[in-house]
């Protein structure tokens, strides 16, 4: 079996997955979210590898197995999230800077304006935003004291959750990450597929702190004896977003998927060719059948379920966030009532930061239900709006949408995207395609499946 390390934004799940991609037994536990100042987001990374080290036998016991019968581990994670750490003891200098902070936004708009714009999305496929972890690196390195001239000396390593519980699994041997964390750092030419001097030089960044980039299926190390037996190896690791357009199968171009979760964050396959947009989207290194370096284009809506959330505890219109199926179906239509919920500003294709969430259209005979059916109609547009770029961008027509994460459960929602655009929306079984994309990354390295085409 394989062993699957999720370690996403709020929790960690650790799957065991047997040959038939059935998962034996899971864990999972959810860890603090730290908001020292409204709009920073912060984790401590040592309580991430804690929790990891607990969800581990948790699995196994749930799966009545032992550690010595896996094969291999594979790691997937929340991506951009920013750690810097004592390469000695393997400590964190300071707390983890999350995907989601937007503390440095006033240093994205010094590098905005002083053109930086064309370069970086050359480059990295990135626009210039405090979600990457460029500027994240940064203001550590200018706000913790002494930490640049350690940096400089080698003393000190960066890396994204993935790699820091890899460093600690493997008890400070291997420091190291994949292409796809890295082609959401800032600092990576995913063309050349090597950290970019250049854009290190502009940001000020130390060469020496920067993880080996190894292929996201492949030989990442062994585990040192800790939470799991010495000498079990870790041969798969890809960024969440990835490792859910692996784990849905959408290797080939013009494949795409979509998960609805807080957020919802659509990526479309386009193969061997890095498509730069002229809509709004990101370039991003992905993986080809074999866990190879692929590119897609990717875009991120950043509220999406959680409008639906706000619903429930915001509004205290809803009980439960399934109730807004039958809901929305108690009405014909909304009653030309539309929501925009850009309560944290607009993603993918408007980056936006300053807008903020429109009710509109509402009159006299407007009730809860058309409120909550404009909610789910409104995170089908937000998608619809990014297939549609996708579509123009790629020059390549889009066969299904490959859905998952909590909000795929609506039936309502999932049937009104396939109406609008016009294409089955396919939803698998399993919705735990995230974890299980790294188990197939992981697998197919290591030899535990042997044909790609198995794994359709
Ligand atoms: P994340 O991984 O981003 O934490 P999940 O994939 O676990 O998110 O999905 C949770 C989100 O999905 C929540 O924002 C919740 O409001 C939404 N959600 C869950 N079930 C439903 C449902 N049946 N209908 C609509 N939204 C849902």
């Known amino acids: 079996m394989i062993l699957a390390l999720d370690l996403g934004t709020t929790s960690i799940r650790a799957l065991l997955i047997g040959g038939d991609g059935r998962c034996l037994g899971m864990a999972q536990q959810e860890f603090r979210q730290i908001f020292p100042q409204p ?5 401590d990374a040592d309580e991430i590898w804690e929790v990891t080290c607990q969800v581990i036998p948790r699995a196994l016991a749930h799966a009545h197995r032992q550690a010595s019968e896996i094969t291999a581990i594979g790691i997937t994670n929340q991506r951009e999230t920013t750690v810097l750490w004592e390469r000695a ?69 960066f890396g994204t959750i993935d790699s820091y519980v890899l460093f600690r699994l493997t008890n400070g041997a291997v420091h190291a990450t994949d292409p796809t964390n890295a082609s959401r750092t800032m600092c990576f030419d995913i063309h050349r597929l090597d950290w970019d001097q250049e854009l290190l030089a502009t940001f000020g960044i130390p060469a020496a702190i920067l993880p080996n980039v190894l292929p996201s299926a492949g030989l990442f190390g062994h585990t040192a004896a800790g939470p799991l037996p010495a000498g079990i190896p870790v041969t798969g690791i ?32 386009t193969g061997d060719t890095a498509i730069a947009s002229h809509q709004g989207l990101l370039t991003t290194v992905a993986c080809d059948p074999c866990g190879q370096i692929a590119y897609a284009l990717e875009g991120s809506v950043f509220s999406a379920g959680s409008a639906v959330q706000w619903l429930r505890d915001g509004l205290q219109i809803i009980g439960s966030a399934p109730e807004s199926e039958a809901l929305a179906r108690s009405v014909e239509d909304t009653g030309g009532v539309y929501l925009v919920p850009a309560f944290t500003g607009l993603g993918a294709p408007y980056w936006d930061s300053e807008a903020r969430g429109t009710l509109v259209g509402i009159t006299r005979g407007t009730e809860r239900a058309h409120l909550v059916r404009a909610t789910l109609e409104a995170i089908a547009y937000q998608t619809a709006d990014l297939v549609t770029a996708m579509r123009i961008d790629a020059g390549h027509e889009v066969q299904a949408l490959r859905a998952d994460g909590g909000a795929a459960a609506n039936s309502f929602l999932m049937q009104f995207q396939a109406d609008i655009l016009g294409v089955p929306v396919i939803r698998p079984r399993s919705t735990e395609t995230t974890a299980l994309g790294a188990a197939m990354l992981a697998g197919l390295a290591a030899g535990f499946w042997r044909n790609p085409a198995d794994l359709a």
């Open 238 to 269: 890809a960024g969440d977003q990835q490792a859910a357009l692996f784990g849905q199968r959408g290797v080939a171009v013009g494949d795409i998927k979509n998960t609805y979760g807080t957020g919802c964050f659509t990526l479309f396959q």
């Open 39 to 43: 709009g920073w987001v912060s984790h």
């Open 89 to 157: 003891s393997g400590r964190p200098v300071h707390a983890a800077i999350v995907w989601q902070c937007r503390r440095t936004a006033d240093l994205c708009r010094r590098y905005r304006e002083a053109g930086l714009g064309d370069l970086v999305a050359e480059r990295t496929g990135l626009v210039i935003d405090p979600y990457f972890s460029a500027t994240k690196i940064v203001w550590l390195l200018e706000n913790v004291p002494g930490l640049r001239d350690r940096a400089k000396a080698g003393d000190i390593c």
